[in-house]
């Protein structure tokens, strides 16, 4: 039953073009789901597997306390995998089909205030090419909206200050082209000729745009860490996350009076109902304003 995992996460690489983290969350997902079927249900070949034993599968990890969250990612799994061994002929059902995923409330996005923003880009210290960096990366993001994992993927290539706008290629391998603001398009020239130079040693010519120490590709990893050290010489408290900057952007783009769609577009959301969160933000911060100063709320 391996193979077929194999075999699965190939399909999703190649045809989907699926980013490498959710690859291996659906490894994740897989590896414990067969597990659960050989070991409790002592099945060791996919074409037995009933609904009954999906269903035993998910109150199983109920059990083990596991996050309705967490559930719904595994049904989701679980789904996918049973559609692509139908169509592949490896099983001759689909015992997925009818499978109710838990209701999830949708958590409200953490986001910052203008001045919180103001605050955090102004944390990175331009003194040194480490500094040109983290501001070019702060600023960038907060201008566009983009997300960890494409800010850190972007090549040099990908950056247009000339006409101002940014390349980037985003989930399902999506490329879309966002503007990019004055403020943000000075800190990444600043950084490109001063800073970044510095980062390439003489045996390297990696084409990322954010290098670090070792002038190699800045992992996301690398960016958080960046992250909350600035959040914490920024005296910011709330709790961050590497979207923090992205839901940031977008909800100031709702409150000032931006078009939905245009702002689904920018995020690169396929769906709008994904976007649609950032105006309960805006509704919830109207409702604390109308409690805070109505006279008879």
């Not at 590896?31 to 079927?37: I, V």
């Not at 409200?108 to 331009?126: F, I, M, N, R």
């Not at 090549?155 to 200050?161: A, G, I």
């Amino acid at each position: 039953m391996e193979e077929q995992i194999k075999s699965f996460l190939h399909f999703l690489i190649e045809e989907k073009g699926l980013a490498q983290n959710t690859i291996m969350s659906y490894e994740r997902d897989l590896k414990s789901y067969l597990h659960y079927l050989k070991e409790v249900e002592m099945i060791d070949v996919l074409n037995s597997v009933q609904r009954v034993h999906i269903v035993h599968f998910l109150k199983f990890l109920k059990d083990q306390g596991k996050s309705p969250k967490t559930i719904a990612r595994h049904i989701a799994s679980v789904r996918a995998f049973h559609q692509f061994l139908l169509r592949q002929k490896i099983t001759e059902q689909d015992p997925s089909v009818h499978i109710e995923a838990p209701k999830l409330e949708r958590e409200q996005p953490k986001v910052l205030s203008l001045q919180e923003v103001e605050t955090l880009l102004d944390a990175p210290k331009p003194h040194d090419h480490y500094g040109l960096r983290d501001k070019a990366m702060l600023e960038l993001l907060y201008a566009t909206g983009i997300r960890v994992s494409e800010l850190v993927g972007l090549d040099v290539d990908h950056v247009n200050l000339l006409m101002g706008f940014v390349c980037c290629i985003g989930k399902g391998n999506k490329e879309r082209i966002i503007p990019i603001g004055k403020t943000a398009a000075q800190a990444v020239k600043q950084y490109l000729e001063i800073g970044r130079p510095l980062f390439i040693s003489k045996n390297q010519a990696d084409q990322a745009l954010f290098l670090n120490h070792q002038g190699k590709r800045l992992s996301r990893q690398g960016f958080w860490k960046i992250l909350k050290k600035l959040a914490k010489e920024a005296g910011i408290e709330k709790e961050l996350t590497p979207h923090t900057l992205r839901h940031s952007f977008a909800t100031h783009l709702i409150e000032n009076g931006a078009d939905l769609r245009a702002v689904q577009e920018l995020l690169g959301h396929a769906d709008i109902s994904t976007t649609q969160i950032y105006t309960n933000v805006k509704t919830t911060k109207l409702s604390d304003v109308y409690r805070k100063f109505h006279p008879r709320a």
